[in-house]
């Protein structure tokens, strides 16, 4: 643990390339975050603090990962023809649960759950309006009326579970697939952990294969020794 000793001017930047507003912190940094290159100092004497950091490496391998984004329905079903794994999910629904016939939030947690699973792992996307056996259903049961109120749920939900920081880790589009509408939500790994929040508890999810595993404890530790 370290301290750098000086109101400095930390700059973070949208993993798709555009800047978001520099903002001056007095705190402290440990290894795993100098060691993870995320962060770019400036504000402090180079030659004197011992936390300038450059963002570069993590900016380029974010933008390397953007290239691996399905943008089409063309991509959605080759994907989908590839079947689920440790960087793609389906679900058929956000938030209608389609045994009990009426929305729920564990429905919601669930898709949460794998967003957090690829944030904290190699990244991943996730497919809603997909069913498990890679049928191409739509989301209407969810009955969101348009794509942008569907958008604007989804981002709602990880704002809430999240936090607002970890939006620029996820980039979301509803995509025309066989007249059906998916939502595609891509995920890119994170620099820190994404902790998802769920009511008064705190939850760490990895990829196991096809599924998101919820880490003890002592299986976070040392996960954060590995990252």
């Known amino acids: 643990m370290g301290i750098c000793p000086a109101v400095v001017r930390v700059w973070r930047y949208n993993v798709f390339g555009r800047s978001c507003p520099a903002q001056k912190y007095r705190f402290r940094l440990d290894e795993r975050y100098v060691s993870s290159g995320f962060w770019w100092i400036s504000g402090y004497p ?17 933008l390397g990962l953007k290239q691996k984004m399905p943008v089409s329905a063309q991509d959605v079903l080759r994907l989908i023809a590839e079947g689920e794994s440790s960087e793609l999910e389906f679900k058929q629904t956000l938030r ?27 990244g991943g996307t996730l497919f809603v309006g997909v069913a498990d056996d890679g049928v191409v259903a739509g989301f209407e049961e969810d009955k969101f009326g348009n794509a942008d109120k569907a958008l604007l749920h989804f981002n709602n939900l990880v704002n809430q579970h999240f936090g607002a ?5 996820i980039d979301t589009a509803v995509i025309e697939v066989q007249g059906k509408s998916v939502l595609r939500v891509f995920c890119i ?15 760490f999810y990895v990829r196991s294969g096809p599924a998101s595993r ?3 404890l002592s299986q976070f530790y040392e996960w954060l020794q590995n990252h």
């Open 165 to 169: 920081e970890f939006a620029r880790y």
């Open 46 to 62: 180079r030659g004197r603090c011992p936390f300038v950091l450059h963002r570069n490496r993590a900016r380029i391998q974010a």
């Open 214 to 216: 919820q880490l003890s």
């Open 96 to 122: 209608f649960n389609l045994k009990s016939g009426k929305n729920g939030r564990e429905i919601e947690h669930a898709s949460m759950k794998t967003v957090a699973g690829f944030m904290n792992s190699a």
């Open 189 to 203: 790994p994170v620099a820190v952990p994404a902790i998802l929040k769920n009511g008064q508890n705190e939850e």
